[in-house]
T-cell receptor, first 111, second 115 residues
Framework: SQKIEQNSEALNIQEGKTATLTCNYTNYSPAYLQWYRQDPGRGPVFLLLIRENEKEKRKERLKVTFDTTLKQSLFHITASQPADSATYLCALDPSAGKSTFGDGTTLTVKP | DAGVIQSPRHEVTEMGQEVTLRCKPISGHDYLFWYRQTMMRGLELLIYFNNNVPIDDSGMPEDRFSAKMPNASFSTLKIQPSEPRDSAVYFC?????????????FGPGTRLTVL
């Protein structure tokens, strides 16, 4: 069956360090993958999209990689700040299907 | 644009009562999605519409759940009768098209508690 796994429910890092979040999937052949941010009491907010033929995508302090061989995406936040503390969700949208979200990783950046 | 609007933001009801959640998508968006989020199951897609027509309702848990979209600017999700296990946050989202990579814009959610 199709499955998405995001690394450990919680990730704690020190301000200024790079946070790395992982999204692994099985039994999928996604055409693209998205990352969302969700703050408590709010709906998810889109951050980045990466397509299957792209290895890497950047936006300001954010970087996403997509390895279709390993069936994995890595989401990096460089020079992390306490304001980056939130839950981050990955979402797969197979070309013939509908979006499926991972359970999310809660990131806490400590000052 | 005000974004996706959902009402009510919080709903507390007793088991067996009917619950109606409302959503106004972003103007011009032709896809509307209803999701449910719980700690145990994460974010689950319940149903989505294209141009007011339900396309895939395979995520609707059972017949107690129904959704309608009478026009491009309004949708409802109804639970009748409600049960304690329906307690969750329900999100509505909309997007412009369903092509590869279309971003979904989520509303603030409705937190439903069924006692």
């Amino acid at each position: 069956s199709q499955k998405i796994e995001q690394n450990s429910e919680a990730l704690n890092i020190q301000e200024g360090k790079t946070a790395t979040l992982t999204c692994n999937y099985t039994n999928y052949s996604p055409a693209y993958l998205q990352w969302y941010r969700q703050d408590p009491g709010r709906g998810p907010v889109f951050l980045l999209l990466i397509r299957e033929n792209e290895k890497e995508k950047r936006k300001e302090r954010l970087k996403v990689t997509f390895d279709t061989t390993l069936k994995q995406s890595l989401f990096h936040i460089t020079a992390s700040q306490p304001a980056d503390s939130a839950t981050y969700l990955c979402a797969l949208d197979p070309s013939a299907g509908k979006s499926t979200f991972g359970d999310g990783t809660t990131l806490t950046v400590k000052p | 644009d005000a974004g996706v609007i959902q009402s009510p933001r919080h709903e507390v009801t007793e088991m067996g009562q009917e619950v109606t959640l409302r959503c106004k998508p972003i103007s011009g968006h032709d896809y509307l999605f209803w999701y449910r989020q719980t700690m145990m199951r994460g974010l689950e897609l319940l149903i989505y519409f294209n141009n007011n027509v339900p396309i895939d309702d395979s995520g609707m848990p059972e017949d107690r759940f129904s959704a309608k979209m009478p026009n491009a600017s309004f949708s409802t999700l109804k639970i009748q009768p409600s049960e304690p296990r329906d307690s969750a946050v329900y999100f509505c989202a909309s997007s412009l098209g369903r092509g590869l990579g279309e971003t979904q814009y989520f509303g603030p959610g409705t937190r439903l508690t069924v006692l």
